[in-house]
């Protein structure tokens, strides 16, 4: 990796210590927004990947967001 470029969470002797519970946060997080929202990609945007370092993102990600409709009640048995 190049001088001066970020690594999320670091790593070796200074690996950030909290690393396992910050992803767990994260994902947790982002299934509880798809859960609850419906994201759709609007025209226009861009998908092709973006490196910072590490990570990689798209260049221009346009959504629009709206609420997901509620699932309708289950099936009683009997």
């Not at 950030?16 to 509880?32: K, P, R, S, Y």
């Not at 798809?34 to 759709?40: A, I, K, L, M, T």
């Not at 346009?62 to 048995?77: E, F, V």
């Amino acid at each position: 990796m190049p001088r001066g470029s970020f690594a999320s969470f670091g790593g070796g002797a200074r690996k950030c210590v909290g690393d396992n519970f910050a992803m767990a946060e994260m994902v947790i997080a982002l299934a509880t927004m798809v859960r609850r929202w419906r994201f759709d990609r609007v025209p226009g945007s861009d998908l092709r990947a973006a490196s910072l370092a590490t990570i990689y993102y798209p260049r221009r990600l346009l959504l629009k967001i709206g609420r997901r409709a509620p699932k309708a009640a289950g099936r009683q048995s009997g």
